[in-house]
Each structure stands twice: as C-alpha cells, then as structure tokens.
C-alpha cells in the first residue's frame, strides 16, 4: 500500500502565501506524475497543479502566476506554493499520485487532505 500525508494547510489571510506538503510512504518504485487536487464546500474535487516524473507540470486556469508545484525525488515528497492567496482559494486540498510500487503493481493513492483557509 502507498500512503499519502498532506501537511501545511492553515488558516491565512487574503494575500498571503502557504506551502503545501505530500509524503509518499510504502515500497515505491516510481511515481509518474503528482497532484494537487482541491474541493471547495458544495463543489466537484478540480485539479490545481500536477507533476510528472520528468518534472513536466500542468496548472488550473486559477492557478497559474500563483502556485507552483514541485517534487523531491529522493523523498517521494511533493509540494506546492501558494502565493497571493484569494478567499476563492479556500478548500481541502488533497495530494494525488500514480506509479508503481516495488512489487510491480501499478497504485492510485489519495491523500486525506488539508484545510486551506483563506480570510481575513
């Protein structure tokens, strides 16, 4: 099984700016691409900001400019940067990655998400 933990979610103020975290944990033996998915109260989960194993990325509309996706190979750990938060930002933000794990069996994990709240 690969785990997935998000850290970083908090509450902060219009124009501010958070780093969002993932870890991958279990017997990992590629991760072809991560995400950063969010779901606002009454709304569908939409993607913010993937990765790719070659480190291509792809960005919402309502992300680009702002947020900035990263990964840390050796840590199976990914990130993502907010900058100039808007209140429309407020969600949970979920991690998501695909690969394989070390037994050779392709894996689809989901984080548990963290809040992400942006208010003055």
């Known amino acids: 099984q690969v785990q997935l933990v998000e850290s970083g979610g908090e509450l902060v103020q219009p124009g501010g700016s958070l780093r969002l975290s993932c870890a991958a944990s279990g017997t990992i033996f590629r991760l072809y691409h991560m995400g950063w998915y969010r779901q606002a109260p009454g709304k569908e989960r939409e993607l913010v900001a993937g990765i790719t194993e070659t480190r291509d990325t792809n960005y919402a509309d309502s992300a680009k400019g702002r947020f900035t996706i990263s990964r840390d190979n050796a840590r199976n750990t990914w990130y993502l940067q907010m900058n100039s938060l808007k209140p429309e930002d407020t969600a949970k933000y979920y991690c998501?990655?695909?690969?394989?794990?070390?037994?050779?069996?392709?894996?689809?994990?989901w984080g548990q998400g963290t809040l992400v709240t942006v208010s003055s």
């Open positions: 998501h990655a695909e690969g394989l794990t070390g037994w050779g069996d392709r894996f689809d994990s």
